[in-house]
């Protein structure tokens, strides 16, 4: 290990390297073939334009010029913006919800963070439901928690049995994400209420045991009107979401925390959560976003755009054959390899100038996540490499 | 301990909790009397307007409506948000510096954060020089390190005998804070040389130390034209600052980290501090903020106002009687109390409806922190109570 860095983060940047390798060929083949025959699908960077209450709403922020207004507020958010997230969030979950209940967060990022923070002891077990965002392992090992893994069936839906034989004594929380990145698998309403029904039969009040969604990309759905939640059926819930999806400004950092009103001894975890905002160094949400948010709590962003490119994506791997669940929500298909070495495959791809991710990275080997939130170009530019590859693979 | 909480949180919330008691006295206070009437000297919330260059910038951003500008963007910041950063750190500073020494963050407290993380291993120690603002302590925890304080010297000038005493093997970093909050104190030249030429004496390669300066009231000065810095004097020096008094928008979370060119393995910590960045959910600065810092990076809100307010404070208070070492930088004065018992001054303060914060808080008991970046007329409403209070003490 270099003496410079502490051994974990050293050991973190030696496991993160092989994706950088994977940087550095793609950067490479752009700069040899250039750019436009290059196709990055490897991304989750939401390309929607915002929508104009967005614009509109940044304007007029941006005229007021009172100075206040960029200054410390409660750590939890300024007043307004507070009650305009929750009024917003009480209509999209059908729950009563009050500004109280909402904390302004730095993204959903640092909402997660604040949440295992508060309920982990050093070796609890967050129990993650496989394939999932990677990120979630630095969160919960910062909270000195212990990250347990447990997949999803094949059509990446929550598999009950297997949830119910992970928990133990140490579980503090099992943290869901529907719609899945990587797997754009959107939860069934039977099984969020037969995953609560498993959480229901394993809480005891002298040990705890706490449902975190990560939610940001609940409005983005296809052929759903409604994106079911486990949230009426499991009281210890806790909801974690940001604005980067609906409103496409991942950038702005614009986030938040939800309790609602049902989560036992609440007032105690919305007073840690607070208190968390501030010393785990986010402080508060960014005070221009939480006044644009203020204006356009409910607005959203074109989602037929994602929905037209789901579309040309999905249909053309499907016809060349490769094994698909058609994603319901979010913006990744997560096709089975049709090799079982989904880096080889990756590899392959690449040398037909396509960039994906290996699942692996997402805890399911043998699938590669393809993100469509891109030009449509990218997406005609890249389909022949995925019919040449699979051939390829087919003839070997 | 309740179970709903991990234990270091509801001990944390524990801890707080007399400062949470004096708030809800000061809001009692405020309902008896009227806000008007209750003087409220205890935040630390710049109350300068931001500079016409901020609203200006701001206001250009807005117009722009390219939807590109609020997506995600590299961990370390938009390119011409870094150059303009570091064009003014290196003026600032007097550094050779280019964009890629800057990293820009969720505030300085993200940056700190991401800064304690990547060189902490477990246990080991962090040395804070007291008093000190009291928020080290948990960045430091979180990173797994060990805060040990060092007291300053009578007129909060490091020790350096106490200083070189205090370094042991398992010192990773020495973080100071000049201008110092809540002292007010300006490190000179000879204290700043003399401090890095301890470290240097402790430096080795198998066992690196690394000198941390959190910078944020840096361009805070009362009669002094240049803050020194131990910079040029010992090269593993990392810079943690903000925005969010030179500009007077601290609610925007604009930060920044610097590793000058003079830090060994400058290449390994600055990918460490990008991915940490990342990992520990900030992801990155706000984009609408960094883009306004591309425009105006290197104004300044008028420090006269504080400037005005520090003498209307610090000459009353010398004047009635209080041993005072005049601010010569930040926004706060830092007397000694007219009794040993600080949090006992501070109550006796309140009964004359004045809030201020006691300065164990701070590391150094025997002292209070009076903030002077409140309207005017708080501060001459206080200065009859601190008169009083002071009679009150000396009748006793």
């Not at 941006?62 to 100075?67: C, I, L, N, T, V």
């Not at 805890?363 to 891109?374: L, M, S, T």
């Amino acid at each position: 290990m270099p003496h410079a860095l502490a051994d974990k983060i050293a050991a973190d940047m030696q496991a993160a390297s092989f994706i950088r390798e994977m940087f550095e060929k793609g950067r490479r083949l752009m700069a040899e073939h250039g750019p436009e025959n290059v196709y990055d699908l490897s991304l989750g960077n939401p390309n929607a334009t915002p929508p104009d209450a967005f614009f509109d709403a940044l304007r007029a922020v941006a005229a007021d010029r009172q100075p206040a207004r960029h200054r410390y507020m409660p750590n939890a958010g300024f007043d307004d913006a507070r009650a305009a997230v929750a009024a917003f969030v009480a209509r999209e979950y059908r729950v009563d919800l009050g500004p109280d209940g909402v904390i302004l967060t730095s993204g959903a990022a640092g909402g997660m963070n604040c949440v295992l923070r508060a309920i982990c002891n050093p070796g609890d077990e967050v129990i993650v439901l496989a394939p999932y965002f990677p990120e979630y392992r630095f969160y919960i090992e910062q909270a000195g928690g212990r990250m347990v893994l447990v997949q999803t069936d094949a059509e990446f839906q929550p598999d009950l049995d297997a949830l119910a034989a992970a928990l133990t004594d140490r579980t503090r929380a099992v943290l869901i994400n529907t719609p899945n990145n990587p797997s754009g698998a959107v939860y069934t309403a039977e099984r969020c209420a037969g995953l609560a029904a498993v959480l229901a039969r394993h809480d005891r009040p002298d040990r705890p045991l706490y449902l975190v969604c990560d939610d940001p990309y609940r409005r983005i759905l296809y052929g759903l009107d409604w994106c079911p939640t486990p949230v009426h059926d499991y009281p210890r819930t806790v909801i974690v979401s940001s604005y980067s999806k609906d409103l496409s400004i991942p950038g702005e950092r614009a986030g938040y925390i939800v309790v609602p009103p049902a989560v036992p001894e609440r007032a105690q975890l919305l007073g840690a959560l607070t208190m968390l905002n501030r010393t785990l160094g986010y402080v508060n949400a960014p005070a221009l976003i939480q006044r644009v948010l203020a204006r356009c709590a409910d607005a959203l962003c074109d989602v037929a755009v994602y929905r037209t490119n789901r579309d040309l994506l999905c249909s053309a791997l499907c016809e060349y054959g490769y094994a698909l669940t058609t994603p319901r929500g979010a913006l990744y298909a997560f096709p089975q390899t049709p090799i079982p070495d989904d880096v080889a495959f990756t590899e392959i791809l690449l040398q037909h100038r396509v960039l994906v991710v290996p699942g692996r990275g997402f805890g399911r080997p043998g699938h590669v996540r393809i993100a469509f939130c891109v030009e449509r170009a990218t997406i005609l530019g890249a389909l022949p490499a995925f019919k040449a590859a699979l051939a390829e693979c087919r003839g070997a």
